[in-house]
């Protein structure tokens, strides 16, 4: 049974950081380019980050890049989502996926405000 679990969020000021996981179980999590992806209330679901199988290429969506950093331990099935000097607009429902049978967890809610 394939399952990712986010964890992580919560309410947080502007300025402040959170890390968030996801823990993978039921595939081969070191054979997955892993993703992070948002979606604010009233949107669409966008790109966050995404980190490559050995973690040696990541990528970031224009808004988060010098603020967000993506990790993965694959010894222990996980990649994190390092944020830090967080914006309102951060505010979102946050989803890990593994990319290559576009496999999604069921999301961590991040609030940030004052």
Do not use: H
Request: hydrophobic residues 30%; glycine residues 12%; aromatic residues 10%.
């Amino acid at each position: 049974q394939v399952q990712l679990v986010e964890s992580g969020g919560g309410l947080v000021q502007p300025g402040g950081s959170l890390r968030l996981s996801c823990v993978a179980s039921g595939f081969t999590f070191s054979s997955n380019q892993m993703s992070w992806y948002r979606q604010a209330p009233g949107k669409g679901r966008e790109f966050v980050a995404t980190i490559t199988i050995t973690g040696g290429s990541t990528n970031y969506a224009d808004s988060v890049k010098g603020r967000f950093t993506i990790s993965r331990d694959n010894a222990k099935n996980t990649v994190y989502l390092q944020m830090n000097g967080l914006k309102v607009e951060d505010t979102a429902v946050y989803y890990c996926k593994a990319e290559l049978r576009s496999y999604w967890g069921q999301g961590t809610q991040v609030i940030v405000s004052s």
